[in-house]
C-alpha cells in the first residue's frame, strides 16, 4: 500500500452527544445513578488521564445468577490528534477525571433492570471512563517544559483490568467487553487482550457499538480518517499496543491496523458489530467531513436526509455498500461472529434505552438489537447476522441527527413510525 502523506486534518474530532442529549422516548425510570471510582494503584503503573488526573470507572455490582459475570463497557467521545487539541481536552471531561460527573446513569446495556436489559440486566456492569483521547490505547506522554501530556490510554485498560481482577473479574463465568463510539474502536482494539485475562473456562466474547469507523474516501476524494488516524498513532504511540501480527501483514503501513476493517480477521474472540450504515459521526467526519464540502452544499443533508438529494443519496448509498463490502468476509466466513447493520441514522445504538430495547426500538426481521446481541452470546440462534435493507426502507428508525455533530445541540426528534422492514442479501448490495 502506497504511504499516506499527512494532510492538514481537523485538529479535534468532537464526539456527539447523542446518547447523553436525545430526548427520552421511554418514559419513566431513565436508570441508576452509579459513582466513581478512581483507580488509586495507577499512578505506579503511569496510568493517567492527559492532565494527570487518576483514571476511573463506575461499577454497578451482578446480583442473583448474574453476580460472576462482567461486562465492560468503553466510554466514547472522539480523538484528540494533535498537542493543541489535546492540550483543551485535557482541561474538559474527556481529558480529566477531575472534570467529569462523578455518576453516570446506567441505562440500555448497562441497566439494572430485567425488563429494560433481559439478558445482562445482572452481571456487574462497568463504564471504563475515556480520559485519554486515543481509544485506551496510546502509550507515550509530551512534554516541552511548559506543557505536559500524557497518552497513557493502553496502561489505563491494563490499570483498569488489573484493578477489576480481584473484585471478581479473575473469576468471571461469562464476559462481554462492548463500548461506543471511540469506545467501540477500543474494543476491537483490546478484545483479545481482554480474553487473555479471563480463565480459560469462561465465555468471552466483544461487541463494538459505532465503532467501525471506516477507511473511507470522503466526498472530495481525500481519506480524510486515514489521515487523522495515522496523525493520532504517531502522536499518541499507539503502533506498538496494535495487533502484531495485523502490523505485519500492513507493513509498510501499521498504523491501518488503528482501522477495525483491517484488524477484524486478526481478532480470536467472537465478535459482534453493531452499526448503523450511515452511522452519522462517519456520515459528518469521514463522508462529509467539513474540509470537503467548504461551501456547505450538504448542510441541510446533514441536518435531515429528507433534505438531501438524489446526488448525495447516493454518496450515501455508497457508504453503505463500503461499509458492507468490508463486511462480507466476516458475514460469510466468521462462524462465531454476529451483526446487527441497520439503517438508522444513528450513532451508538446500545446505551440508550430507546434504540436498545423498547417498545419503538428500530428492528431487523422484527427484533431489536438487545434481542439479537443476546441471541448471539447465548447461542440463543445459530446465526445472529443481521443486515437490515437501504434507506429508506426501515421505518423502525428514530434518525436521531443532531443539529451539528460539532456542536452539543440537543437532537431533533424522530419522524418514523414503526413499520414493516425486510432483509436484502448481501450479493445484491455489493455488485
Ligand atoms: C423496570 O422497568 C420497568 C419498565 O420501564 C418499570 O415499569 C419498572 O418499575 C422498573 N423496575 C424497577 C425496579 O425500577
Ligand atoms: C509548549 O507547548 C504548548 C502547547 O503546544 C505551547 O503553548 C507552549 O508555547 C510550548 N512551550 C514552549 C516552551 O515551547
Ligand atoms: C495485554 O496488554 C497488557 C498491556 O496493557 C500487556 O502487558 C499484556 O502482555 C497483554 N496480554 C497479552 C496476552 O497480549
Ligand atoms: C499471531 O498469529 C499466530 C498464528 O495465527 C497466533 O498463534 C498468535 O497467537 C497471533 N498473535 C497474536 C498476538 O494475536
Ligand atoms: C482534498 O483533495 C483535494 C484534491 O482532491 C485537495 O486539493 C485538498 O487539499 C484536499 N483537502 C484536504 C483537507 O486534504
Ligand atoms: C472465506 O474464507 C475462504 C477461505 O479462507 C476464502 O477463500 C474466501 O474468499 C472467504 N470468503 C470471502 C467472502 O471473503
Ligand atoms: C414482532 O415482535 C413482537 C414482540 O416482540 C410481536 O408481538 C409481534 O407480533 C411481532 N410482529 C411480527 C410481524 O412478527
Ligand atoms: C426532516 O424533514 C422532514 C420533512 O421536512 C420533517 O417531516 C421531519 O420532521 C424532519 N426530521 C427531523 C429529524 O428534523
Known sequence: MKTTRLLHVTAAIVLLLLVALSPPLVSGNPGRRVSMTLVRDAAALGAFCLDGSLPAYNLDRGFGAGSNNWLLQFEGGGWCNDIASCVDRSKTFRGSTRFMSKTVVFSGILSNNASLNPDFYNWNRVRLRYCDGASFAGDTQFGNGTSLLYFRGQRIWNAIILDLLPKGLAKARKA??????AGGLSTFLHCDNFTSYLPKTANVKCMSDAGFFLDAIDVASNRTMRSLYTQLVSLQGIQKNLDPNCTRAFYP??????????VLRFIKTPFFILNSAYDVFQFHHGLVPPSADRTGRWNRCKRNVTACNPHQLDALQGFRNDMLGTLMNFFRNSTRGGMFINSCF??????????????????????????????WYFGRE??????????????????????????????????????????????????
Open 382 to 431: 445459530k446465526e445472529a447476522k443481521e443486515i437490515d435493507c437501504p434507506y429508506p426502507c426501515d421505518k423502525t428508525c428514530h434518525n436521531l441527527i443532531p443539529a451539528s455533530t460539532d456542536s452539543l445541540a440537543p437532537n431533533a426528534p424522530d419522524h418514523n413510525s414503526r413499520g414493516g422492514r425486510s432483509q436484502v442479501d448481501l450479493d445484491d448490495l455489493i455488485s
Open 346 to 375: 444513528d450513532h451508538c445504538q446500545s446505551a440508550l434505552q430507546e434504540t436498545w430495547f423498547s417498545p419503538t426500538s428500530p428492528r431487523i426481521h422484527n427484533k431489536t438489537i438487545a434481542e439479537t446481541v443476546g441471541d
Open 176 to 181: 462481554l467487553l462492548t463500548g461506543c463510539s
Open 253 to 262: 503501513e501499521p498504523s491501518l491496523c488503528f482501522f477495525p476493517q483491517y
